[in-house]
C-alpha cells in the first residue's frame, strides 16, 4: 500500500509500530468505509435465512424499558439473532457499530436519519424510607442541599436544577453511578435522590418502592432512534421503527 501510495504509513521502531501523520490521516478517511465493508460482509455471511439487528441503546433504556419488552418482535421474528447492547457512548452508524441506535440526547452523525419516540418529564425521586429519615423537601432548594444521586457526571442535575429555576453556583456532590439504571436502583435502596423519567420507573412508582419529591414539569432531552441514512429504509430497520414507536403516544410532526 505504501509503495502504491507512494508514501510512509507507518514508522517500525524497537518499542512498537506506529502510523506516521500520513497514515493517521489516512486512516481517518477509510475508516467509515472499512466499517461498512465490515458489516455488508457480516450481513451477506448470514444470509436472508438468518437476519440480524444490533441494536445498541442508552443503558437505562436498555435495562429497564427495552429488554422486558423485546421478546415481542423478537418472537415476530423467528430466526432473528438480536444483539443488544447498552452503551453511553453513541455508536458511529457510518462506520457500522451499530444497525439502530436508541438514545436519550440529541445526537447524530451527520449522515444517521433520526426518529424521535418520545420526550418524557424528568423528575426526582427517592424512598419512602429515606424521605422519612430527611424530612420532607418543599422546594427545589431544599432539593439542591439533599443527598443527590448523579449518573456519571455532576451535569445533568445541574441541567435539571437549572431548568426547575434555580442557578447552580456551587459544585454538586454526591455519588455518581454509570448509569440511570444504577442511579434508580441506588436511590431505591435509601442512598439519597436521583433523576428518573417516566419510562424508567413506573413499575417503582406502582409499588411504592420510589416516589416523586417534587410535582415539576420539566422535559430536558427526547428518547430517539437513529440509523445511517442508506440504512433507513432495509425492511428488518423499518419494523423494529414501527414496532418501537407503537409503545408510545405519536409524537408531532413525525
Same mark, same amino acid.
Given at each position: 500500500?505504501?509503495?502504491? *501510495?507512494?508514501?510512509?504509513?507507518?514508522?517500525?521502531?524497537?518499542?512498537?509500530?506506529?502510523?506516521?501523520?500520513?497514515?493517521?490521516?489516512?486512516?481517518?478517511?477509510?475508516?467509515?468505509?472499512?466499517?461498512?465493508?465490515?458489516?455488508?460482509?457480516?450481513?451477506?455471511?448470514?444470509?436472508?435465512? $438468518?437476519?440480524?439487528?444490533? +441494536?445498541?441503546?442508552?443503558?437505562?433504556?436498555?435495562?429497564?424499558?427495552?429488554?422486558?419488552?423485546?421478546?415481542?418482535?423478537?418472537?415476530?421474528?423467528?430466526? /432473528?439473532? *438480536? !444483539?443488544?447492547?447498552?452503551?453511553?457512548?453513541?455508536?458511529? /452508524?457510518?462506520?457500522?457499530?451499530?444497525?439502530?441506535?436508541?438514545?436519550?440526547?440529541?445526537?447524530?452523525?451527520? !449522515?444517521?436519519?433520526?426518529?424521535?419516540?418520545?420526550?418524557?418529564? +424528568?423528575?426526582?425521586?427517592?424512598?419512602?424510607?429515606?424521605?422519612?429519615?430527611?424530612?420532607?423537601?418543599? !422546594?427545589?432548594?431544599?432539593?439542591?442541599?439533599?443527598?443527590?444521586?448523579?449518573?456519571?457526571? #455532576?451535569?445533568?442535575?445541574?441541567?435539571? *436544577?437549572? $431548568?426547575?429555576?434555580?442557578?447552580?453556583?456551587?459544585?454538586?456532590?454526591?455519588?455518581?453511578?454509570?448509569?440511570?439504571? /444504577?442511579?434508580?436502583?441506588?436511590?431505591?435502596?435509601?442512598?439519597?435522590?436521583? *433523576?428518573?423519567?417516566?419510562?424508567?420507573?413506573?413499575?417503582?412508582?406502582?409499588?411504592?418502592?420510589?416516589?416523586?419529591?417534587?410535582?415539576?414539569?420539566?422535559?430536558?432531552?427526547? $428518547?430517539?432512534?437513529?440509523?445511517?441514512?442508506?440504512?433507513?429504509?432495509?425492511?428488518?430497520? +423499518?419494523?423494529?421503527?414501527?414496532?418501537?414507536?407503537?409503545?408510545?403516544?405519536? #409524537?408531532?410532526?413525525?
Amino acid at each position: 500500500l505504501e509503495a502504491e *501510495l507512494g508514501t510512509r504509513l507507518l514508522d517500525v521502531t524497537p518499542s512498537g509500530t506506529r502510523l506516521t501523520t500520513a497514515g493517521q490521516a489516512y486512516y481517518r478517511d477509510i475508516v467509515a468505509a472499512l466499517g461498512m465493508i465490515a458489516a455488508a460482509t457480516e450481513r451477506a455471511r448470514r444470509g436472508p435465512e $438468518y437476519p440480524s439487528l444490533h +441494536v445498541a441503546c442508552s443503558p437505562g433504556f436498555a435495562v429497564r424499558w427495552l429488554a422486558p419488552r423485546i421478546s415481542s418482535f423478537i418472537e415476530a421474528h423467528p430466526g /432473528l439473532e *438480536l !444483539s443488544l447492547r447498552p452503551t453511553t457512548r453513541a455508536p458511529d /452508524l457510518a462506520r457500522g457499530d451499530a444497525d439502530v441506535d436508541v438514545r436519550y440526547s440529541a445526537r447524530g452523525g451527520v !449522515s444517521d436519519h433520526q426518529q424521535v419516540l418520545v420526550r418524557p418529564r +424528568v423528575f426526582p425521586v427517592a424512598s419512602p424510607a429515606w424521605l422519612e429519615r430527611h424530612g420532607p423537601i418543599a !422546594s427545589v432548594s431544599d432539593l439542591a442541599q439533599a443527598a443527590l444521586i448523579h449518573e456519571e457526571t #455532576h451535569e445533568y442535575w445541574k441541567r435539571w *436544577l437549572e $431548568y426547575a429555576g434555580l442557578s447552580v453556583t456551587h459544585a454538586l456532590h454526591g455519588p455518581r453511578y454509570w448509569s440511570a439504571a /444504577l442511579a434508580l436502583d441506588a436511590a431505591r435502596m435509601g442512598q439519597g435522590v436521583a *433523576l428518573a423519567n417516566e419510562c424508567l420507573v413506573a413499575d417503582e412508582l406502582r409499588s411504592g418502592t420510589l416516589v416523586e419529591v417534587l410535582a415539576t414539569d420539566i422535559v430536558i432531552d427526547p $428518547y430517539a432512534l437513529y440509523a445511517h441514512e442508506r440504512r433507513w429504509r432495509e425492511p428488518l430497520i +423499518v419494523e423494529f421503527r414501527a414496532w418501537l414507536a407503537g409503545h408510545f403516544p405519536p #409524537h408531532p410532526g413525525q
